[in-house]
């Protein structure tokens, strides 16, 4: 039994070491990886087979002074590191999308969740992986949140959907002369074009809000003082944001952040709305 439970702990810990402690992975992953294996066995051939060869030809060429030369067996022994340097230069995006070689099905399956055509007329399984190919690497499709999941909505991914549509119209940067002098107009959510819900401050509930931030903090109940808390935070929150450049928000870090914030903004609602009521 001692035995049986090492052999299992060490296929945990080579596959902990091999996924990185991953639990869920993409088909995607899943098929670079294996795209990866096949290629790593394919370079071990193709040296093995190169080191064959080359000491082939050095015993078929060689002559008795030569054969007897020390130096004949390094410079063998030097021909494998040079070509595993070689063969270890890492691949560029355009490189891997370039090796792909799906299955007729997984094509179709990409196209669609890319919004794009799944055949055009008078093209085969081949012209289709091509123009799956050309579709990555040109990047010319949107995701649509409501296609991104089924039966249940990925808010993070639509707010970071929104936030490309507004930086094409340009709305991000008309919101952003509009900073106020103190953030508590901003509602510590985004203000109500950005966030959705009944929780969100509107009209009179906006006017209540205000004066609780501005009132002594001691003097609050215990649901005015959390409703105050993070809102402060929010408010805090979305200043720092706000003091992001457009090219800083751009970049999928920047995106990252701000549906974060949303996302965060918009689940505090519902509390936002309770304390409200008592």
Known sequence: ???????????????????????????????QKRLQRLREEEKREAEAKALR????????GSTPNSSSDPNSKPEILKSKPESSNFSSK???????????????????RRL????????????????RL??????????????????MTE?????????????????KTGILSDRKRKTTEDGEDKDGGGGD????GDGASSGVDHDKDLKRMKANFEDLCDEDKILVFFKKLLTEWNQEL?????????????????????????????????CRKK
């Not at 691949?91 to 891997?96: S, V």
């Not at 091509?130 to 296609?147: H, I, N, T």
């Not at 039966?151 to 930086?167: A, M, P, W, Y």
């Open 90 to 108: 890492p691949l560029t995006a355009e490189q891997k999308i370039d090796e792909l070689n799906l299955p007729k099905q997984e094509v179709i």
């Open 112 to 127: 669609r969740f890319l919004k794009q055509p799944v055949t055009l007329f008078g093209e085969d399984d081949e012209a």
């Open 242 to 274: 706000d003091e992001m450049t457009d090219a800083e928000k751009r970049t999928a870090k920047g995106k990252s952040m701000v549906a974060t914030f949303k996302q965060c903004a918009r689940y505090l609602n519902p509390l936002f709305k309770f």
């Open 151 to 167: 039966g249940q909505t990925n808010d993070f991914l639509r707010d970071i959907v929104e936030l490309k549509k507004r930086q």
């Open 193 to 196: 074009e950005d966030l959705s």
């Open 1 to 31: 039994m001692d035995i049986l439970k090492q052999e299992l702990l060490k296929k945990r810990q080579s596959l902990a070491e091999e996924v990185g402690g991953k639990k869920f992975f993409k088909r995607s992953e899943i098929e």
């Open 130 to 147: 091509d123009r799956l190919k050309y579709v990555l690497k040109a990047g010319l499709f949107e995701l649509d949140d409501s296609d």
């Open 53 to 60: 060869q080359k000491q082939q030809s050095h015993q078929n």
